[in-house]
């Protein structure tokens, strides 16, 4: 099976057929490196001999040479395999289609689990404590670990770092022989420190400042002792979650992606122990102890893993170093004799690492502003929802609160594919294949879609039964199950622009570039939720703070699909809008068969599974007949695969 925790790919292991190409940015850089270079085994001043060239392939028969490059790959490890096509050309490694494929399906698997055990996470505390005032007052503290996972784990830090880890690794692959420092080491001493003290102090600030914290976020709430108790519990995952955060993208650049989809697993297994043994000593309390665990649980999967692939990749590093020649100055991008620096040769370094212009840094400092308040501007969505809904009759954040949970699980699957592409898009982005990067991006627009569109046409459409299968139980009554299901199902109608946000963002960001368009865009969107939560809370109670988000996210979806080619990747606006408009269309008549299909059975489960292959049904038979996107290349990967099982 494919390795999955490492599929970056080393630069000795590239193919050079068509580097003379004119198509081929680097065949100037070729031919001018060429020139310079002496013949195998000739002795030049200033350098160490050349170790001598490895024995000439021998192998006759195909079987002899599979073997050969079988023995190779396990001596030197997956990084010197190369896949049979790649998705980007970047300098720092080559990501198959087939490897991004497995990688999204695996990540998609273990995020399920982790959206799976979230739910059971939700079933057990709504059995314990059901939708009343304990609950409120946990999910007021619960803002936090949601603000934290948005700022330090989704949004801001990936958006950052990923960039930043995609460069330097970009910059080792291309002249690993001549750096005497490796820019990922070089990156992780600049950032980790600083980041560590800000996280811990940010940690032990939000704990002392618990009670206005709470007063803040629940004007409203009768009780604000033990909201304070929980959220002083909670804080701790300031720090957790920025470590496991920085973590993440540091696989995810390197093309890990099992281990950062595993977070949540763990997250929820420690949410979930700690409320079954502490819960009768503890109460709600417990449910906030299982916050701070989980953080842990969240670094501790992780850290092996990066700890591993750093202490390889040193020794890699300097085993390249010794065996690699003692490049004269001119060739190391140093000053020779008494040349002075600013006229050292810079014909073959690429313009953002001139000396001359300054060369780029890994990490722009003017980058940090636009996504954090992009980010804190996403996540004050919840935000505004639980202060309008604070002053609600008890139940209403928790009914809020569940039924965003299950409608958001369409969302966080669709966005898999973009998190595992992320890297590559960045990669491509870092090597100026603007090109590349629109198709990758453009695919994965179209397929988000199919998927979100989906998931959502089928909770509109069973809500009920979803609820009731899910909730009802202990203190979660019908009335409770009745109110929920309403309420996501207004939530529903925001699920492709929350999807649509998700993944434009990343392209907005994929070139390490500060953009605050991005940021205005979603203050534009808060702003529509907040004015229009607040004048429909007094008509349709919780139904208009839902409605309010719908609206706000849906606006802001908008502003980046028609930005993004000014911006950022060039994609084709006008045919990706069309194309969603198509989706829409199907989801829309999906919805409504399968809503009355599901309305025939009486028993939750069968009329929840009818409805799901209804949804289902329809949606592919409509957009196939309206030829929306990558529905052609769905259908045939079906078939495909059901005639093989055959």
């Given amino acids: ?76 490890g997956p990084e010197s395999a190369v896949p049979e096509k790649t998705d980007t050309g970047s300098r720092g490694g080559h990501l198959s289609n087939r490897f991004l494929a497995r990688a999204a399906l695996l990540t998609a698997l273990l995020t399920a689990a982790g959206a799976l055990l979230g739910l059971v996470r939700d079933q057990t505390i709504a ?244 996504v954090i308040v992009f980010a804190l501007t996403r996540q004050s969505q919840v935000l505004i929802e639980r202060f309008l809904a604070a002053p609600l009759p008890a139940g209403a954040i928790s009914h809020l609160n569940y039924a965003q949970k299950v409608a958001q699980m369409p969302m966080v699957l669709s966005l898999m594919l973009c998190t595992v592409t992320f890297p590559v898009v960045a990669r491509a982005m870092a090597a100026g294949e603007t090109d590349r990067a629109r198709r990758r991006v453009e695919r994965d627009l179209a397929l988000a879609g199919v998927i979100v569109l989906v998931g959502a046409a089928t909770v509109v459409a069973c809500a009920p ?24 199902r207004v939530y529903a109608l925001g699920l492709l622009g929350h999807t649509l946000v998700g993944a434009l963002v990343r392209c907005y960001f994929s070139a390490a570039r500060p953009l605050w368009f991005p940021a205005l865009a979603m203050f534009l969107g808060l702003a529509l939720t907040t004015v229009g939560g607040g004048l429909l809370v007094g008509v349709w109670g919780v139904l208009g703070i839902a409605a309010g988000n719908a609206l706000g996210i849906t606006v802001t979806a908008v502003l980046l699909l028609n930005g993004v080619a000014r911006h950022s990747v060039p994609v084709r606006v006008r045919h990706m809008t069309g194309g969603l408009v198509k989706l829409s269309a199907a989801a829309a008549s999906a919805t409504g068969a399968g809503w009355i299909c599901g309305a025939l059975i009486p028993s939750p489960v069968p009329a929840a599974a009818v409805a799901c292959l209804v949804v289902a049904a329809v949606f592919l038979v409509i957009a196939r007949a309206v030829q929306a996107p990558e529905i052609d290349s769905i259908v045939r990967s079906v078939t495909g695969r059901f005639i093989d099982v055959r």
């Fill in 1 to 76: 099976m494919t390795d999955l925790t490492d599929a970056t790919q080393s630069p000795t292991a590239k193919t050079t057929e068509g580097t003379d190409s004119p198509d081929n940015p680097d065949s100037v850089k070729t031919a001018t490196t060429a020139k310079t270079t002496p013949p195998t085994g000739a002795a030049v001043p200033g350098r160490r001999p050349p170790p001598p060239p490895p024995p000439a392939d021998t192998a006759t028969s195909p079987a002899e040479k599979a073997g050969q490059e079988n023995t190779a790959q396990a001596e030197t």
């Fill in 127 to 370: 059995h314990l404590y059901g939708a009343g005032p304990d609950t409120d007052a946990f999910l007021v503290a619960w803002t936090v670990p949601e603000v934290a996972s948005t700022l330090l784990i989704e949004d801001a830090m990936a958006l950052i770092l990923v960039p930043a880890f995609s460069l330097a690794l970009a910059r080792r692959a291309k002249d690993r022989p001549l750096l005497d420092r490796d820019p990922v080491h070089a990156l992780l001493r600049t950032t980790l420190p600083g980041l560590l003290l800000v996280l811990s102090a940010g940690a032990v600030l939000l704990m002392l400042a618990a009670p206005w914290v709470v007063a803040v976020l629940a004007p409203g709430l009768p009780d604000t002792r033990l909201a304070v108790d929980c959220t002083r519990l909670t804080a701790t995952c300031a720090f957790s979650f920025g470590i496991a955060g920085y973590c993440s993208a540091a696989l995810r650049a390197h093309g890990s992606f099992v281990p950062p989809a595993m977070i949540y697993v763990a997250y929820n297994i420690g949410i979930i122990a700690t409320i079954l043994i502490l819960s009768e000593r503890l109460g709600v309390r417990a449910a906030a102890a299982g916050v701070a665990i989980g953080g842990v649980l969240m670094v501790l999967v992780q850290a092996p893993v990066v700890w591993r692939k750093l202490r390889r990749r040193r020794a890699t590093a300097e085993q390249t170093r010794e065996h690699a020649p003692e490049y004269a100055p001119e060739q190391r991008n140093e000053p020779a004799g008494d040349q002075p620096a600013d006229e050292q040769r810079t014909d073959e370094q690429p313009p953002g690492d001139r000396p001359g212009g300054g060369a780029r840094p890994l990490v722009a400092v003017g980058l940090l502003a636009p």
């Fill in 465 to 488: 039964q979803i609820i009731e299968i899910l909730f009802q139980r202990g203190a979660f009554d019908r009335a409770d199950t009745a109110a929920t299901a309403t309420v996501m």
